[in-house]
């Protein structure tokens, strides 16, 4: 299973952005799909994260501002980013794991930059 992330790009500071990742395959069951962002010079950090219930977890950074939802049918996943602040800026990876066997899989990431 490969995971694609897209979406990424340059976007005002109040802007919006969608990424997408797309599993090639069948994802294990159960999971928690989760988007990190890693800004220059700083550590991965978990942005938003859904499990296979549909129960989300985002960090406080965001919320009230990114919204993660799926689509099962098109094993995709969405991050949904508006009011997008220069600190947002970094390249976001989405990842699957499973709360049973502690598998995980990365994406390749996708760059966001929001000019101020």
């Known amino acids: 299973v490969q995971l694609q992330a897209s979406g990424g790009g340059l976007v005002q500071t109040g802007g919006s952005l969608r990424l997408s990742c797309v599993a090639s395959?069948?994802?294990?069951?159960?999971?928690?799909m989760g988007w990190y962002r890693q800004a220059p010079g700083k550590e991965r950090e978990l942005v938003a994260a859904?499990?296979?219930?549909?129960?989300?977890n985002y960090a406080d950074s965001v919320k009230g501002r990114f919204t993660i939802s799926k689509n099962n049918a098109k094993n995709t996943v969405y991050l949904q980013m508006n009011s997008l602040k220069p600190e947002d800026t970094g390249v976001y990876y989405c990842?699957?794991?499973?709360?049973?066997?502690?598998?995980?899989?990365w994406g390749q990431g996708t760059k966001v930059t929001v000019s101020s």
């Open positions: 990842n699957a794991a499973s709360p049973i066997t502690r598998t995980t899989i």
């Open positions: 859904i499990a296979s219930g549909g129960i989300t």
């Open positions: 395959g069948s994802i294990f069951s159960p999971n928690v």
